[in-house]
């Protein structure tokens, strides 16, 4: 049991890494005037309480996000917020929404994906950082293998509970979790608009085809760098 509080701070290092620029809320008008909150840049906890507050108290017609992704927990909080604020989310033309971007833009009651815009999923796993890789590598020279990977298994297991709860609560179809199972380390799924439609990300475009399943995945490597 030891084991998984040791691991805990590993997650969390890899979880709040700040390579990309933090997220920034900027107010911009829309075509027709309205009043935009535009999100732009990494997903993280330190952001999101500000962000909250902007989505409070402003007036807000829609919330446009461009952002590689970031901490998955942020992501849920700040799309919760927006689902409690009822507002419509869109990644505009030529913005790219990526792993827990995509968690902010499923609170979106509304949502709207442009053409020449990317929306990528990216699900979580611990089992995928060369941190916890290395971690688990050390633990085998110890004779501790087992433990580690028991501790592993167990937060990823964890981790895609939460995924699921949260796709069910917004709406979205859970079968995305089995679509994007096979993604590589680093790698996503750039995800086709009757794909979006399929698992109900896109909810502004009707209803699948009939007889229509996800198949061959368009995988894109290094998305958040």
């Not at 900027?26 to 005037?33: E, P």
């Not at 929306?119 to 020279?141: C, E, K, T, W």
């Not at 501790?151 to 679509?179: H, K, Q």
């Amino acid at each position: 049991m030891v084991l998984i509080f040791q691991i805990i701070p590993i997650i969390l290092a890899m979880l709040f890494t700040l390579e990309a620029q933090a997220m920034q809320a900027s107010t911009i008008s829309s075509a027709n005037g309205d009043l935009v909150l535009f999100l732009k840049g990494e997903v993280t906890m330190d952001d999101s309480q500000k962000i909250i507050l902007t989505l409070q108290s402003g007036n807000f017609s829609e919330i446009w996000l461009d952002s590689p992704g970031g901490d998955s927990a942020a992501g849920y909080k700040l799309g919760k917020a927006i689902r409690e604020k009822r507002h419509l989310t869109r990644i505009p033309q030529g913005a790219r929404c990526a792993s827990a971007c995509v968690d902010v833009f499923l609170g979106g009651v509304i949502r709207f994906v442009d053409e020449k815009a990317s929306l990528i999923i990216h699900p979580g796993s611990v089992s995928r950082s060369d941190q916890v890789n290395q971690y688990v590598h050390n633990a085998l020279r110890q004779g501790k293998g087992s433990e580690a990977i028991q501790s592993v298994e167990r937060l990823n297991s964890a981790e895609t509970s939460l995924w699921i709860d949260y796709l069910l609560f917004m709406g979205v179809s859970s079968e995305i979790v089995a679509y994007a199972a096979e993604v590589p380390h680093d790698c996503g799924i750039v995800l086709n608009r009757k794909e979006l439609v399929y698992f109900n990300i896109l909810n502004t475009s009707g209803q699948p085809a009939p007889g229509y399943k996800p198949s061959d995945p368009k995988i894109e490597c290094g998305f958040g760098r």
